[in-house]
């Protein structure tokens, strides 16, 4: 019974360290779109630089995915 506990928490740790996707927008404010990547063609136009952020942050801002790389 002890090594089935052991063995269901070692599990429930290892499963909630999942890494999460990251995404660029542009400006620290202003942005309607992420992108999966920094070259993205509709990053093109960004004059207030890029920064990569969480994609659950980014569709938190209520954010949506550039047309480019849907």
Same mark, same amino acid.
């Given at each position: 019974? %002890?090594?089935?506990?052991? =063995? %269901?928490?070692? %599990?429930?740790?290892?499963?909630?360290?999942?890494?999460?996707?990251?995404?660029?927008?542009? /400006? *620290? =404010? /202003?942005?309607?779109?992420? +992108?999966?990547? !920094?070259? #993205?063609?509709?990053?093109? !136009?960004?004059? +207030? /630089?890029?920064?990569?952020? *969480?994609?659950?942050?980014?569709?938190?801002?209520?954010?949506? %995915? #550039? /047309?480019?790389?849907?």
């Amino acid at each position: 019974m %002890l090594r089935y506990m052991i =063995a %269901l928490s070692l %599990l429930i740790t290892l499963t909630s360290f999942r890494a999460e996707t990251q995404v660029f927008i542009c /400006g *620290p =404010a /202003g942005a309607k779109k992420y +992108h999966y990547t !920094a070259n #993205c063609r509709g990053l093109s !136009a960004c004059k +207030h /630089g890029t920064f990569e952020v *969480p994609k659950s942050k980014a569709e938190s801002l209520g954010l949506s %995915l #550039c /047309g480019w790389e849907d």
